[in-house]
């Protein structure tokens, strides 16, 4: 379907990557990894056609529907609707209704009947254009995407533009993904999603039968999806035909080969440097000189990958001594001023010395604004928020990057936060967290998202803490990145409380869940896979935006001596619900299909000719009242379907 014929690109004198020759197959999942800045995204607008490569050639087979997530989103009109935003956005959609209300019209009125027939003719394509891109069942698939991505029905008919951001970017998303696209094309999805949406995510991304191209730092999405990994990385575009672990484990491989292969080089190329520069003046030994030069000339670098330096030399220092209990909240609420209800109100919690504790729910429900509270940045507007013996806090928030100069270099922002610390000392602190003094020097515009998060933290824990509070940190790192800080938050001797949307962070550092949902807020005791397995049972949650939940008091973990009793009891309640859903899933995909089988046939009749004007108009409204009855249907199934899934 693609194939990139030695292609090259640069910015300015420095090659992006260079002779890069690739091949991706109809049908194939493919992820792309590598270093921020490596050229990931470039490959995408070649793709495209947004960028044309300085040399070789990009070849697109046919002209395949491409799924793609712009990144600059504006409502048509300030009254355009979340649903009609991403209804009308997809293309050929709008202008297909256009056309076959005009010639439903146009034919009503026409006698001619050569200009009848020419109209029948046009109509029965408009219907086949429109069938063929999943016309009859787009506003049911755009409401499931969208229910997926985190809104609430009553959000459909807001108004676009009163949406923030984060939320235009799932619409955007949502509007792809119903688009039945041939080719999609994402470029790290998981960034502006939550916990839910992320897992929503990848259970779409799963069913889906297309062409897929995936750049992400994702590894729970990685692992869940792709089959191919594309490596971009040190100026070279390499194809693994393996999964995300595999080609990790053959990386490591080749990467001690090149190695292997360099430090040979770099002998052999010391070697006849050092020939060169003794006998370059001897008259007996100047064609042998040049013999080497010539040999050096020729000689082709072996270039290493980049080998990300993202979290590198993150290494948390030990946590200083803290009592037992970090801090307690009783009958904690905060409200916004204003806003006219709490985010949470009568909220019993205590966080204990090496907690480690992630917050998970939809966005809006108010995570950062828990973590604040928990780190002493914000007060309770009821109740109280009570702190331990010799508790220091150390909070990183979601826009950190935001908080430091552009202009300062990485030594003043680390001075700024270093107090009276000895200019020598703190030149150590920079080495320890990978910053010589080269690095030191470099302003915080040109440092890499990696860079930026190692500097964080080196800011705070020059006055380390014992209570490390962290929203959002992976954002910016990548695969190696992040598991050098899952690495490190796992090792930290002290507490933490974090927020993040990457599954596989939480599943590797959170000993606790701590739930946010309109059931309220609950703290299960275990991991995140011990926290799915117990929400598992449960009715799915209609996710609520802006709806601010109840709290109450977390359940208590089961001991592991009547886990499994529990499992087995648990399993036994369930059955008479799952048979119940099994029957409304078998029920609602009979109709489905009864309905789909009478919409082929009233297509097939509109494209035949064999409808007269009256005939075509009640053919016309039954298209449309199956349209209706398709898409409550669809929504019925999706319900009992994830409903059924949740069950296990």
Known sequence: MIEFRDVSVRYGPEPLF??????INAGERVGIVGPNGSGKSTLLKLILGDLSPDA??????????????????????????????????IPGFERTERDIARLENALAEERDPVRKERLLRELGEAHTRFEQMGGYSLEARVKESLGGLGYATEDFGRPFATFSGGWRMRAELSRVLASHPELLLLDEPSNYLDLPAVEWLQRFLRA??????????????????????????????????????????????????????????????????????????????????????????????????????????????????AGAEIVRLEDAAYAYPGAGRPVFEHLDLRVMN??????????????????????????????????????????????????????????????AAAGALPEKELRNRLGSFGFDADDAAKPVKVLSGGEKIRLAFLRIFLNPPNFLLLDEPTTHLDLEGRERLQQ???????????????????????????????????????????????IAGEAPEAPAPGERPHTHDAPKAPSSKDLRRQRAAERAAKAPERKRLQRLVAQAEADIAKLEAEQGALTQSLGDGS???AGLADAGKRLRAIQFDLAKRTLEWEEAATALEALG
């Open 18 to 23: 260079e002779h890069a020759s690739l091949k």
């Open 208 to 321: 889906f039968e297309g062409t897929l191209v995936l750049i992400s730092h994702d590894r729970y999405l990685l692992r869940a999806i792709t089959k191919i990994t594309v490596e971009v990385d040190g100026g070279t575009v390499t194809r693994y035909n393996a999964p995300l672990d595999t080609y990790l484990r053959d990386r490591e491989v080749r990467y001690r080969q090149l190695l292997q292969a360099k430090a040979n080089q770099d002998r052999k190329r010391e070697q006849l440097e050092r020939f060169i520069e003794r006998f370059r003046a001897q008259a007996t030994k100047a064609a042998q000189a040049q013999s080497r030069e010539k040999q050096l000339e020729k000689m082709e670098e072996i270039r290493l990958p980049a080998r990300s330096r993202s979290a590198g030399c993150l290494r948390l220092p030990p946590a200083p001594h």
């Open 611 to 613: 409808l007269d004007a």
């Open 354 to 415: 090496g907690d480690k504790i992630a917050i998970v729910g939809y966005n809006g429900m108010g995570k950062t604004t828990l973590l604040r509270l928990l780190a002493g940045v914000r007060k309770p507007t009821a109740g109280k928020a009570v702190f331990g013996y010799h508790v220091a806090p150390g909070y990183q928030s979601q826009d950190f990057a935001e908080t430091m100069d552009p202009d300062a270099t990485v030594f003043a922002v680390a001075k």
């Open 488 to 534: 490190a938050v796992r090792d930290y001797g002290g507490t933490v409380v974090l927020v993040s949307h990457d599954v596989e962070f939480v599943r590797g550092t959170a000993e606790n869940i701590l739930e946010i949902s309109r059931r309220g807020i609950r703290r299960f005791h275990g991991g995140y896979d011990y926290y799915r397995e117990k």
């Open 56 to 89: 070789g050639e990009v070849l697109r087979e046919g002209n395949p529907r491409i799924g793609f997530v712009r990144q600059h989103l504006r409502p048509d009109t300030p009254e355009q609707t979340l649903l009609q935003y991403c209804l009308e956005g």
